[in-house]
């Protein structure tokens, strides 16, 4: 295994966040983490709601939304007009498989990479329906032909209802052609609908180009903003037909301000999420990509050189200057955490025993520790874990 180098810590960065200094923080893809200044912007909306809740909740907050979706959706590459503010990628899920009609006979497509709490959406509703989910293996490390053909071989057009894909999986951390099995799926009359919770603030994206019938993304994770905070793009031929979470006194001004206006909603996230990009922006984006795309490769072949385990073929180094994804997995031994509870469980090992916070899934029958990069992290902190976790697993 060659040698890499880290990057250069981007001057400052750490400071802005309040993280515990105690603790090695390699689990950012999870919930995010918040900038200081984010927080404070967050708390000064806060205190503007208890100082006047009436005017606060008053006819100038539809306007206030309005306002901020434009300016996410622009950072985004989404239609502002087409799309809703929504509080995760749970609420935009189950809003899109509201909408799409399905009775018995019909199915809905997964893939063997969809985020669990997305594949437990699917079946309720699919259940609900009298219609089935099926699911199609792609291999870690297929390469985008061979992951579009596969798809397209397992579509059943007039059966397949919905087709459901990630663009980025949180639990393998591979990155999708949603672009060209969006357009796969379209030829057949199958609507999809594209999982991208990681993608704001880590990839660069035009949701308008991708052209999914539905596209929901997190501004929480990557972005900067507040949690709470994501995106749902719906396609046009859609929106007069999509059911939102809660029927309320904006149900009858049709989508997004069906979905979005809920009453005493705490709209503070929202709100405060352009501070998230200014943020982001002011550290500049392209060297925040690339500083922790090229951090997350490097603690994952640290960690993979300590355990003696393969990466996977697609494992790639970022070329110098670019930009990748800042998440990466280390297949950990076989047996080790072969099963949910047990990857739940040796989570939990490493955050108490050696200090250090990241996600580990089974997959496919095989334990997958995952690593995520920011700012705010430092080789030492992949360093350390290398060289601590041997001896861990070795407890067992």
């Known amino acids: 295994m060659s040698a890499l180098e880290p990057p250069t810590p981007l001057p400052g960065a750490r400071l802005l966040f309040s993280l515990d200094p105690g603790v090695a923080y390699l689990n950012h893809g999870t919930v995010g983490v918040v900038p200081i200044g984010v927080q404070r912007a967050q708390q000064r909306l806060r205190d503007e709601v208890e100082a006047n809740p009436r005017r606060f909740y008053g006819q100038e907050m539809a306007e206030r939304v309005i306002h901020t979706r434009r300016f996410l959706a622009g950072f985004l590459g989404a239609d502002p007009d087409g799309s809703a503010l929504v509080p995760n990628i749970t609420a935009a899920v189950s809003i899109a498989l509201n909408s799409v009609p399905l009775g018995a006979g019909d199915e809905v497509l997964v893939t063997d990479h969809v985020y669990g709490a997305v594949e437990i959406a699917v079946r309720h509703r699919s259940e609900r329906a009298g219609a089935s989910v099926r699911t199609v293996a792609l291999p870690a490390d297929a390469g985008d032909a061979e992951v579009v053909a596969l798809v397209v ?214 334990g997958l520790l995952r690593l995520s990069a920011q700012v705010y992290n430092r080789a030492d902190e992949y360093e350390r874990l290398a060289q601590r976790l041997p001896e861990l697993l070795a407890e067992r």
Not at 182 to 209: F, K, Y
Not at 232 to 237: M, N, Q, R, T
Not at 298 to 309: K, T
């Open 153 to 366: 071989a397992a579509l059943r057009p007039g059966r397949t209802k919905l087709l459901v894909v990630d663009q980025l999986a949180s639990v393998t951390a591979k990155v999708f052609p949603v672009r060209e099995m969006v357009a796969a799926a379209h030829e057949r009359g199958i609507p999809v609908l594209v999982d991208a919770a990681h993608v704001p603030g880590m990839l660069p994206v035009d949701v308008t180009a991708i052209d999914a019938d539905f596209w929901a993304g997190t501004l929480h994770k990557w972005a900067f903003a507040p949690r709470g905070t994501a995106l749902l793009a719906v396609g046009a031929a859609w929106r007069s037909r999509i059911e939102p979470l809660a029927v309320g006194w904006s149900q009858d001004q049709g989508f997004p301000r069906s979905v979005e206006h809920q009453g005493t909603l705490d709209y503070t996230p929202w709100l405060a999420a352009p501070t998230g990009l200014f943020t982001l922006r002011t550290l500049g984006w392209e060297a925040v990509r690339a500083h922790n795309a090229a951090l997350a490769a490097y603690g994952q072949r640290v960690v993979a050189a300590a355990l003696d385990v393969e990466l996977p073929k697609d494992a790639q180094l970022p070329e110098p200057g670019s930009a990748d994804a800042a998440m990466r997995v280390v297949p950990l031994p076989p047996g080790v955490a072969a099963t949910q509870p047990e990857a739940y469980a040796l989570r939990q090992r490493i955050a108490e025993k050696l200090g250090t916070e990241v996600a580990v899934n089974a997959w496919g029958g095989r």
